[in-house]
């Protein structure tokens, strides 16, 4: 009888877990039915983009210029809490440096995360008012054993128009993780 009650409890809690696994990687991903849920790209995001090199870097105690070398841009990214699958929001380099960015979300499916494609153009009157660049990225796995990971969308991104004797075309990849 102790048995079954230990092999009863055992289910009941290992269903509970995966229950509660599913659930939270679900919500992740954007398919809950809260406003917060439904973009989940909503918040403030510190904005990393990498030059796209094959070179390792070394040992960056010794030499961390060329780990510095490969970042190509830094900003905060302001996604607002749209309700329909539309992205509004802005890439702030510095206080009038301000990129406008507009785009698309695609929500996640069983088989796949939550995907973005953003068109981020200059604002006008602004040092940025020539940078037009096209982002398009996906929320990086919510781990189920993860400790203290954030949310985080990887991606690479374009520069559409040529601008400062840089020739349209470039790519590099980029990270943005989630602030609190």
Same mark, same amino acid.
């Given at each position: ?15 509970? /877990? ?14 809950? =039915?809260? /406003?917060?849920?439904? =973009? ?23 030499? #961390? ?7 190509? !841009? ?8 749209? !309700? ?22 695609? #929500?996640?499916?069983?088989?796949? #995360? !939550?995907? *973005?494609?953003? =068109? ?5 009157? @602004? ?14 796995? @919510?781990? #189920? =054993?993860?400790?203290?990971?954030? /949310? ?7 520069? *559409? ?9 470039? *790519? /590099? ?8």
């Amino acid at each position: 009888m102790r048995n079954s009650i230990r092999i009863a409890i055992w289910f009941t809690l290992l269903f509970a /877990a995966t229950t509660g696994f599913f659930l939270r990687a679900g919500s992740a991903r954007g398919n809950g =039915n809260s /406003a917060a849920s439904n =973009n989940p790209f909503a918040g403030s995001w510190t904005y990393r983009s990498f030059r796209n090199t094959p070179d390792p870097v070394g040992d960056v105690g010794k030499d #961390p210029s060329k780990l510095v070398a490969m970042l190509f !841009a830094e900003a905060k990214w302001v996604i607002q809490n749209t !309700a329909d699958n539309s992205l509004k929001g802005e890439l702030q380099f510095g206080p009038d440096d301000i990129m406008d960015l507009t785009g698309v979300i695609a #929500p996640a499916t069983s088989t796949s #995360p !939550a995907r *973005v494609h953003i =068109n981020g153009k200059g604002r006008a009157g @602004t040092s940025t008012e020539h940078l037009f660049y096209d982002y398009d990225g996906s929320l990086a796995l @919510t781990w #189920p =054993n993860g400790v203290n990971q954030r /949310a985080a969308i990887v991606g690479s991104v374009i520069r *559409v128009r040529p601008h400062d004797n840089s020739p349209a075309g470039y *790519v /590099a990849s980029f990270i943005a993780v989630k602030q609190d």
